[in-house]
């Protein structure tokens, strides 16, 4: 557990109160994939460290909140709205749309990433970008919504390029909760990340076990969400491995336990985020609360009036 947890967590128990738990605000993240003799890199994210503000330094990926104005004449091509709805087992299509929608808007605002094609199917490619940057700033101001960044350049956002991989609900205790799905994807042929943040933070390609190393065994340094989400994705040998794993993306919900006097977070044992691909039912599962309207964030982040957020402990 986190310091900051932690002193949130003790100050609870000494008034011997439960905490009133919001209802999860509903978001997609983005985790982009690359091939490397190495083996397969992982594009992370880490927040600079500020005067005055605790455990901002911390290993993340990109996330957004969901809007409903995302799905709303959203142009797609690849897969139709029902696909996205049984790939995340949901029953709202739209929500499902705008799960896929945050996470192509988080990709290129922060990424400078596109999933999309044109009227003829082309891929965007590096030569489209320079095109696409004054509509990639609108969108950042949320001057324009992504179905009218992409209708206006005539392209269509395709689903079929994010895959599903982890769902993670923070725990009650956070002051600020989140239903958050986790997308992985490979890079689109002929484009490069140009990574832009509101607030401060460092961007860069590095292997699962590099930021594992780095983050060591403390919470402080790394969310749980990003350390399921760096094991999970370590041991897998290319890119395309990874785009071809079905995953259970059942929601991960942590409980807090306290055991010799510290705090943890517990999973169920059967909880393996590496391994839930193996087994998969067929219910569809509740996509979380209504939506707010919110710029980027930056997933471990404290939250602050720029927008960014606490994630996960």
Known sequence: MSDSLTRLLELFASGDRPPNPSQPISASGVVL???????????????????????????????????????????????????????????????????????????????????????????????????????????????????????????????????????????????????????????????????????????????????????????DHISASARLLCESIAELPSVGAAMAKIRDIRPLEPDVVRHDGQWWLSLDHRADPSERGRLRDEELLSAGADEVEAKPLMAGDSFEPLGVAEESQ
């Open 33 to 219: 994939l690359r091939d490397t003799p190495a083996g397969i890199q992982v594009f992370v994210t880490r927040q600079s460290d500020a005067p005055g503000i605790e455990d901002r330094n911390r290993w993340s990926f990109p996330f957004g909140e969901i809007s409903p104005a995302d799905a709303r004449r959203l142009p797609m091509a690849g897969w139709s709205a029902e696909k996205c709805a049984r790939t995340l087992r949901m029953d709202n299509t739209t929500r499902a749309i705008a799960h896929y929608a945050a996470a192509a808007r988080v990709a290129l605002e922060n990424l400078g990433i596109v999933f999309a094609c044109d009227a003829e199917g082309r891929l965007v490619s590096e030569s489209d970008l320079p095109l696409l940057d004054q509509t990639r700033r609108k969108l950042f101001a949320r001057e324009v919504r992504l179905p009218q960044a992409l209708d206006y350049r005539d392209l269509a956002m395709r689903p079929d390029l994010l895959r599903p991989w982890l769902r993670w609900i923070n725990t009650p205790w956070q002051l600020r909760r989140y239903d958050l799905v986790f997308f992985v994807a490979a890079v689109p042929a002929g484009q490069v990340v140009d990574f832009r943040s509101p607030n401060d933070s460092w961007g860069g390609w590095m292997l699962p076990a590099e930021v594992l190393g780095s983050a060591g065994d403390t919470a």
